[in-house]
């Protein structure tokens, strides 16, 4: 089984409010991973956490706050988002930093 | 400066006709490892093959095939047969075992594969 669940799928914010994007694995992965991707470009990394622990941050602006609860989960806090920042937000997950990522349906958020 | 080079922005074929994609990489590393992923219109990046830098040898699973060449830095991908359902995205991806890079995919611009009925 190789499958990373991502929640919502879609999601329409202003640019004042907070919400949370939400991935799920059950594959014991203990590397996890968000991206981004505009359209027609390839994802962007923005965030490994390995081991629950933060282990990269690709100088993203600190309205995109990433967070590990448990090995399982990973979260994506948004908060006072730009217009810019629509994109389709993938979430990944591979047994460790150097294997094989595997990816979720992404959400794709829009800003208004 | 882009690591990972994939030349071809689109292909267009009919059906039962074959696809190859090409990717060039660039790396100074002696371990690292090159992916490709499909990407179809639904969004999801589908991973396809794996290749670390030590294994050359090349493989044909199904209608897939790959051609992994250090010499000339390229890991092509063809699809024998196309099918209308493989139309989508293709990234080519690497991945350096450098301190700095751990963890990270760099990918390819992407190419775009039409078939048509």
């Known amino acids: 089984d190789t499958e990373v669940t991502q929640t919502p799928k879609h999601l329409v914010m202003g640019m004042t409010n907070k919400k949370s994007l939400k991935c799920e694995q059950h594959?014991?992965?203990?590397?996890m991973y968000w991206y981004k991707q505009k359209a027609k470009k390839p994802p962007e990394l923005m965030f490994v956490y390995s081991y629950e622990k933060l282990s990269i941050n690709e100088s993203v602006p600190s309205r995109f706050s990433p967070e590990c609860p448990n090995s399982s989960l990973l979260n994506l806090h948004l908060h006072a988002l730009q217009p810019e920042d629509s994109a389709l937000y993938l979430c990944?997950?591979?047994?460790?930093?150097?294997?094989?990522?595997?990816f979720g349906p992404g959400t794709r958020l829009l800003v208004l | 400066a882009q690591k990972v080079t994939q030349a071809q922005t689109e292909i267009s074929v009919v059906e039962k006709e074959d696809v190859t994609l090409d990717c060039v990489y660039e790396t100074r590393d002696t371990t690292y490892y090159l992916f490709w992923y499909k990407q179809p219109p639904s969004g999801e990046l589908v991973f396809l093959i794996r290749r670390n830098s030590f294994d050359e040898q090349n493989e044909i699973s199904g209608r897939y095939s790959w051609n992994f060449q250090k010499s000339t830095s390229s890991f092509n991908f063809t699809i024998t047969a196309s099918q209308v359902v493989d139309s989508a995205v293709y990234f080519c991806a690497l991945s350096e075992m450098t301190t700095d890079s751990w963890g990270k995919l760099q990918f390819g611009a992407g190419t775009q594969v039409v078939v048509t009925p």
């Open positions: 990944a997950s591979s047994q460790h930093s150097e294997e094989t990522q595997y």
């Open positions: 594959m014991g992965h203990r590397a």
